[in-house]
T-cell receptor, first 110, second 114 residues
Framework: DAKTTQPPSMDCAEGRAANLPCNHS???????VYWYRQIHSQGPQYIIH???NNETNEMASLIITEDRKSSTLILPHATLRDTAVYYC???????????FGAGTRLTVKP | DTEVTQTPKHLVMGMTNKKSLKCEQH?????MYWYKQKAKKPPELMFV???????INESVPSRFSPECPNSSLLNLHLHALQPEDSALYLC?????????????FGQGTRLTVV
């Protein structure tokens, strides 16, 4: 099973881009990278996912390296409401096995 | 409707009580999950149901008993819990297909065992 490594915490200034890295060096060829976030005491919220190509949606962009061993979630213009714990997850196996790592606590500061 | 509804939102129970947590979704999802989350820790996977069959049981103690009576409903029956079982219990659902699906989470049930 692939595992992920993320920095425990990061700060970002309001209005600036937040770049959250994730290492998944043992990822398998058919495993997707997912990002979720959890705002204090709420259920996790899906952000974005990808397999090989970079992806963008209304919330964020996902950059996956060519060797797929790492990825970066980009919040282009962080706001105070983006303060949360961000989880990078690699979907393992074929039994909807979805496990969270420790995540990165992002604090957006005014 | 992209909502996963969990009830109750808060629950206080004694160690000899029997209670149940309920989770409901109407998105046609065929995979449903239970997670346990302690303060300042990531969610821990407990159980996964796929097409109403238990597909993952993470060696959870038998005092937690999951049930999936139909494709929209997931229950977690609680009996003889310990104070250390106090946590936020999260339910999630996804389409149930391999790989390319996002999961939707409920807001959780905050359980306190006294």
């Amino acid at each position: 099973d692939a595992k992920t490594t993320q920095p425990p915490s990061m700060d970002c200034a309001e209005g600036r881009a937040a770049n959250l890295p994730c290492n998944h060096s043992t990822i398998s060829g058919n495993e997707y990278v997912y990002w979720y976030r959890q705002i204090h005491s709420q259920g996790p919220q899906y952000i974005i996912h990808g397999l090989k190509n970079n992806e963008t949606n209304e919330m964020a962009s996902l950059i996956i390296t060519e060797d797929r061993k790492s990825s970066t979630l980009i919040l282009p213009h962080a706001t105070l409401r983006d303060t949360a714990v961000y989880y990078c997850i690699v979907r393992v196996g074929n039994n909807n096995d979805m496990r969270f790592g420790a995540g990165t606590r992002l604090t957006v500061k005014p | 409707d992209t909502e996963v509804t969990q009830t109750p939102k808060h629950l206080v129970m004694g160690m000899t009580n029997k209670k149940s947590l309920k989770c409901e979704q109407h998105m046609g999802h065929r995979a449903m999950y239970w997670y346990k989350q302690k303060a300042k820790k990531p969610p821990e996977l407990m159980f996964v149901y796929s097409y109403e069959k238990l597909s993952i049981n993470e060696s959870v103690p038998s005092r937690f008993s999951p049930e999936c009576p139909n494709s929209s409903l997931l229950n977690l029956h609680l009996h003889a819990l310990q104070p250390e079982d106090s946590a936020l219990y999260l339910c999630a659902s996804s389409q149930g297909q391999i790989g390319d699906t996002e999961a939707f989470f409920g807001q959780g049930t905050r359980l306190t065992v006294v």
